[in-house]
């Protein structure tokens, strides 16, 4: 059974940064593929990013593409999002999750893919 828990939410200006970490413990992290979710008030979740076991491979949604960059310490048993040039529209509950497919690809970007989840981090971006 893997546990998550998400910080570094908070309020930002539009144009500003915010770096979320995941922590992961009981199990194996570098067995897993981590992925961040988002979802907002009255929306679905909706996929941000995802990073492959070793970190070598990346995914991210086209609206997150260029400002967004996932990473993770294998080490720390962490995985990070970093956000820059936030948006309102970036406003959302952040959730990472950890799954653990054969390969690295599209399936990542599935959230009921995903074994496990955090109990997110809000991330509010004004205007």
């Known amino acids: 059974q893997v546990q998550l828990v998400e910080s570094g939410g908070g309020l930002v200006q539009a144009g500003g940064s915010l770096r979320l970490s995941c922590a992961a413990s009981?199990?194996?992290?570098?067995?897993?593929?981590m992925g961040w979710f988002r979802q907002a008030p009255g929306k679905e979740r909706e996929f941000v990013g995802s990073?492959?076991?070793?970190?070598?491979?990346?995914l991210y949604a086209d609206s997150v593409k260029g400002r967004f960059t996932i990473a993770r310490e294998n080490a720390k048993n962490t995985v990070y999002l970093q956000m820059n040039s936030l948006k309102p529209g970036d406003t959302a509950v952040y959730y990472c999750?950890?799954?653990?497919?054969?390969?690295?690809?599209?399936?990542?970007?599935?959230?009921?893919?995903?074994?496990?989840w955090g109990q997110g981090t809000q991330v509010t971006v004004s205007s």
């Open positions: 999750a950890a799954d653990s497919p054969s390969t690295f690809g599209r399936r990542t970007m599935v959230d009921y893919e995903y074994d496990y």
């Open positions: 009981g199990g194996t992290f570098s067995k897993y593929v």
């Open positions: 990073i492959s076991w070793s970190g070598i491979s990346t």
